[in-house]
Every structure is written in C-alpha cells, then in structure tokens.
C-alpha cells in the first residue's frame, strides 16, 4: 500500500528535499505541498492524505491551527509535526490532535518510519521522547495541574489496574516497563493498555499522556 502524503513547509528548499525523500520510497507518494495553515487545510479537504506532514517553525501557531482544523474535519488525515524543539508548540500541536511529534533532526530513515507508523494509526512518538517532552514543559505547566485529581466520568469506566496502566502510560512507560512494574506478560499489558484508550477516548498514547496531566494523574516533577 503507497502512503499518500501532503507536505506543509513554508520553505521551498524544505519542501523539494522532502519531495525528493518521499517519491525516492516505494511505499510513500507525496500528492500535494502547503505553504501556509489555508492552504494545508484546503489540501487536506480536497486531496484526503494519509498523513499530513506538519512542519513547525517561526509560524508554529498558524500550524497548531492548521492541525486542529484539520483534525476537527473528522477525515481519516492524521498528523505528524515536526519541529526545532520540544516546546509548547509541540504540546499544543499534540493537544491540538496531532498523531506524532517528531524533532526536525531526526534522520531521514526515521521520519520515515514514522510516517508509516502515524499511517497505522500508531504514534511515532517513543516512550523516552515522550518523557523528554513531558520533562521539558513540566517547570512550565500551569499551576493548577498541581491540585488535587481532577473527577471525570472516563475514570470511573477504569478498573483498578486499568487505572494503574492509564497512570504508567501518562508517565511514558513503554509496554514493556509496564509489564515489568506490574509483573505481567506485555500481551496482558497490550490488552490493557487497548482498553484503556477505547474507554478514555483516546486515539493514542499521546491523547493518553496529555490527559493524564489534565487529570492531574500525572503530576509535574
């Protein structure tokens, strides 16, 4: 299966080497390039990309719009940004509805594997990025996510170890960590951490993690 890809860059030189590193793939296609949030939502409407490659920079708040419009189309398009730093426009980009965040360093062969991956409907976003992230924002969260739990109707929904899975998920344990924590086999831990996105509505680890510190279930270190 070819993955189609729309490319948002406001740099022409950008946009030719991601051109040239797309069509170079077998398994990518790049169908159309966006030069600022307008075009991109339009393209996105009219050409319905697979993946949505979102290039964050000087003009990250036209592309944390851009991300929300588009995810808020409902359309199949998910979206993986990029951008220089793990700062608040990669927070905002997520909590916007994007599928991935990746650094604007990351090797060709990554960005890659991480188109595929958004495409799956997976994130691209590991565990240990996720943390980094989560580090680098916690001495800049507002105040008030050090209350005490916030109440919500999808908590009720968990049980008591779904609960547990949901609160190693926020923290940015991988599967594996998790099975280790809670001494369970990482097909167990799959299953949970399976339930516990369909019972939060959330449609990865990403959506889990930022709900997590909304929820005060994870708090910042």
């Not at 991480?114 to 994130?123: F, N």
């Not at 086999?185 to 990865?204: C, F, M, N, Y």
Request: hydrophobic content about 45%; proline content about 4%; overall charge neutral.
């Amino acid at each position: 299966m070819v993955i189609t890809v729309l490319v948002v860059e406001a740099q022409p030189l950008q946009r030719v080497g991601f051109r040239m590193l797309l069509e170079s793939t077998p398994d990518t296609e790049i169908v159309g390039e966006a030069e600022n949030c307008a075009e991109a939502i339009r393209w996105t409407t009219e050409l319905h990309p697979d993946v949505v490659l979102m290039n964050i920079r000087r003009k990250g708040v036209d592309g944390i719009e851009a991300t929300r419009r588009i995810v808020a189309v409902g359309g199949r398009s998910r979206i993986l940004v990029l951008t220089f730093d793990a700062d608040r426009y990669a927070l905002a980009a997520l909590r916007a509805g994007a599928s991935g965040f990746l650094l604007q360093d990351t090797r060709p062969e990554e960005l890659l594997a991480g188109i595929r991956a958004v495409a799956a409907g997976d994130t691209v976003i590991a565990p240990a990025l996720t943390r980094r992230l989560l580090d680098a924002f916690a001495d800049r969260i507002d105040d008030d996510l050090r209350g005490p739990v916030r109440q919500d109707p999808r908590l009720d929904s968990l049980t008591e170890r779904e609960r547990e899975v949901f609160v190693a998920i926020g923290h940015g344990l991988t599967n594996g960590e998790i099975a280790q924590r809670f001494t369970l086999s990482e097909s167990t831990v799959k299953t949970h951490v399976g339930r516990v996105l369909a019972k939060i509505g959330a449609r990865d680890r990403i959506q889990a993690v930022t709900l997590a510190y909304d929820l005060r279930l994870t708090r910042p270190i």
